[in-house]
């Protein structure tokens, strides 16, 4: 939802994030969350064991 | 001769002998050819997915996009992660039941579920329409990497002849094997470069990437975010959604799923995948540093390969060349393999019935040359820039998604007439919307702005499910839902 609507609600320049145009900066925010989620979905799957 | 050809000519033949020594060894049946023999692990099954990451689109087209049209290129990170998420629950059940079913394309898959060969033609069809804009897109880099990287001395028409040719010898000997060896080495190849460049031309342009915005910024207000009216919010949001939707539904990535052999590789990868994604912003980085270097190219596909060329060496320039041919080369031979094994199975295989599987797969090898022939005929009479061509595939490929949600459910409700009826909506209606011009663009008329720019490719998925929603809802009324799905029909495996 972040990335399919954030957009409607932070489409701008500013304030600028790490040197990048602050739109651009919440895409790649939340692609890395992304992982970081998929991750955590994971373990929970596993039941909170170290993945295979 | 100078030392971009001599480099090139090196990656064509490298390419070449990779791609004939990946069968060394193996008996190229059916189920090697196609699927691997459904024995590859998780780094092959990586390359395979991440494959889509980075092609020519990658290479150019990202960083066409970050020099024409600004904001709107964000597009291009943002889905893939949203898609490996996806691919998490989604692929785990595809793979059990293609390994179950001893599946080789995608369209077997459909046959399975819904029973019916004549719905795996209306797939194949459907697949093969999608994946030519895909190919063709691949013919297009491929000749302006190699004309651009060699000054102009081996032409774009040369290029995509040579580079066609290897292809089809690679894929007509080597399958599926071939591709994975070569995709390894691209992303590798390809990772460095577009990360170099994405660092090294905003330093030469401006100084560093933050003054390379500040500088877009100050000449070109509002470039670095979405516009509001055309590719807007609301471009923005649908094509993302589109692009998700379809994006396992190619059918080359569809068919690289059954090659894994294990299904909690998908899971894995689905961790890893959105990271990798994450590279993409580099290309991005040397959109917008060819923008201040080189400003008021005519085509914007160009914009990399025009800066590197206004900035580097020739012999730098030939590597940077020589990963943009890996870039066209392996997702090509991906594309044509699933093509031409749909089109022998799915389209000509119907009508062939006491042919075995082996003399299919022999037909389908034998029809790699001419859909190599075919895509460079439709690159040339196409003529649409490389994320247009991309975005015209995707929206064809995403007409098969509510087919293959509803296949997946405990108890399908949807039954074959409905998909065909959804699915032929989709296709005509996005057809019409692509090629009709004007006067077929009713949505620009009858929705007030900024809804009127939805990605075109979105609106023609959502007819199609409304079409599937009512004809199933008037099948289930009148009391026929369809023959449940059986076994597929399989055919002699020995002559």
């Not at chain 1, 939802?1 to 145009?21: K, S």
């Not at chain 2, 459909?110 to 033609?121: E, H, I, M, R």
């Not at chain 2, 000749?143 to 651009?148: A, Q």
């Amino acid at each position: 939802m972040a990335l399919l609507v954030g957009p409607f609600f932070l489409n701008q320049v500013h304030p600028w994030v790490l040197d990048l145009p602050f739109l651009l900066f919440w895409v790649l925010l939340w692609t890395t969350l992304a992982s970081g989620f998929m991750g955590l979905v994971y373990w929970i799957e596993r039941g909170g064991s170290t993945p295979r | 001769m100078n030392t971009a050809v001599v480099i090139l000519a090196a990656v064509w033949f490298g390419v070449l002998g990779l791609g004939l020594a990946a069968r060394r060894g193996r008996v190229m049946n059916l189920e090697q050819w196609t699927v691997g023999r459904r024995g590859f692990g998780g780094f092959l099954i990586f390359f395979l997915l991440a494959g889509e990451i980075y092609t020519t689109f990658t290479f150019l087209g990202a960083s066409g996009w970050a020099y024409g049209y600004g904001g709107p290129s964000y597009y291009i990170i943002a889905y893939g992660a949203l898609a490996y998420g996806l691919g998490y629950w989604l692929l785990p059940p595809i793979w059990r039941f293609a390994r179950t079913r001893k599946l080789y394309s995608q369209t077997d898959f459909f046959v399975a579920k819904y029973d019916s060969q004549a719905l795996g033609f209306g797939v194949a069809l459907v697949g093969i329409l999608a994946m030519f804009p895909y190919l063709a897109l691949q013919l297009e880099g491929l000749g302006l990497i190699v004309e651009v990287t060699t000054a102009g001395r081996v032409g774009s028409f040369v290029a995509v002849l040579l580079g066609t040719l290897a292809l089809t010898v690679y894929v007509m000997a080597s399958g599926i094997r071939a591709a994975a060896w070569t995709a390894a080495i691209k992303d590798l190849v390809l990772l460095a470069t577009v990360v170099f460049l994405g660092l090294f031309l905003p330093v030469h342009a401006s100084g560093g990437i933050g003054p390379l915005f500040r500088t877009i910024a100050r000449h070109h207000p509002g470039f670095l975010k979405l516009p509001a009216v055309g590719l807007n919010p609301v471009w923005f949001g649908s094509t993302v959604l589109l692009s998700v939707l379809g994006f396992y539904l190619w059918p080359h990535t569809f068919g690289s799923i059954y090659a894994a052999r294990d299904e909690d590789l998908f899971r894995k990868n689905a961790i890893f995948l959105p990271l990798y994604q994450l590279v993409l912003l580099f290309a991005l980085l040397a959109g917008f540093a060819a923008l201040v270097i080189l400003p008021g190219l005519p085509n914007h596909d160009l914009a990399l390969l025009a800066a590197a060329a206004h900035t580097l060496p020739g012999w730098m320039l030939g590597l940077i060349g020589g990963a943009g041919l890996l870039s066209a080369v392996v997702p090509g031979s991906m594309l044509l393999l699933a093509i031409a094994t749909q089109f022998a199975r799915n389209v000509a295989g119907p009508c062939l019935p006491r042919w075995n599987e082996e003399r299919l797969n022999l037909l389908a090898r034998a029809l790699v040359p001419f859909i190599a022939g075919a895509a460079i005929l439709f690159e040339r009479w196409s003529g649409q820039g490389i994320v247009l061509l991309l975005l015209l595939g995707y929206g064809y490929v995403t007409q098969l998604a509510p087919a293959l949600w509803a296949s997946l459910l405990p108890h399908n409700p949807v039954p074959r007439c409905a998909v065909w009826a959804g699915g032929s909506v989709g296709v005509i209606a996005l057809t019409l919307f692509s090629f009709g011009g004007a006067p077929i663009r009713w949505e620009q008329r009858i929705l007030p702005q900024p809804l009127a720019d939805v990605n075109v490719g979105l609106l023609a998925f959502a007819l199609n499910v409304v079409v599937l929603l009512l004809v199933t809802g008037a099948v289930r009324i009148r009391g026929s839902t369809g023959s449940p799905p059986r076994p597929l029909a399989s055919r002699p495996t020995q002559g």
